[in-house]
């Protein structure tokens, strides 16, 4: 296994479009295993495929973030596809590992279902609620390129701009080893 570099904000990678997983082979597997050294490195919640720079869709959430054990392996989503979203939402803030140091208060839906493959290429569904259903949106939202930047007003945009433009990858390490996602 090997750490991957997450792609920061602005980097135009996070607004490429993402593509279907045609199979779920070695290099699929070795990928996800890179994603989620990266994650637990950098103690995030989260980690989505294009944020390491590969444009699979595929997103993995931490054990804990989905109501098991820190200890417990990451989940993994291939080719997710969301559903049932709830009507009732509540507003929260969220960190991402693309913006280091950055909380931003986005509304979401509290509960949901997502169909998806698992790392053996079988389809399974979960319902989450709270914040699993929370990280769920969140990842998904990489997957069709909205960033937590586009949840943002314009002030807040310019503060978030200004600070990640000048900001080195050793700080950015720093912080998201301190913070987290
Ligand atoms: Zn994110």
């Given at each position: 296994m090997s750490l991957l570099k997450i792609v920061r904000f602005p980097s135009p990678v996070l607004r490429q479009p993402t593509q279907e997983v045609k199979a779920v082979d070695r290099d699929i597997r070795r990928l996800v295993e890179d994603m989620m050294e990266t994650m637990c490195d950098v103690n995030g919640a989260g980690l989505a495929a294009i944020q390491v720079?590969?444009?699979?869709?595929i997103f993995i959430i931490e054990a804990l973030a989905a109501g098991?054990?820190?200890t417990d392996v990451p989940l993994v989503f291939i080719n997710p596809v969301l559903s049932n979203l709830s009507t009732e939402t509540d507003v929260r803030d969220e960190g991402c590992l693309s913006f280091p140091g950055v909380f931003i208060s986005v509304k979401r839906s509290l509960k949901l279902q997502l169909s998806a493959l698992d790392i053996d290429g079988k389809p399974f569904t979960v319902d989450a609620e709270n914040f699993f259903a929370r990280a769920i949106q969140h990842e998904h939202d990489h997957l069709v390129n909205k960033l937590l930047y586009d949840h943002a007003g314009p002030i807040k945009r310019q503060m978030i701009k200004r600070k990640l433009d000048k900001m080195t990858d050793e700080e950015a390490m720093d912080i998201l080893r301190t913070y987290g996602d």
């Open positions: 720079g590969s444009l699979h869709r098991g054990e820190k």
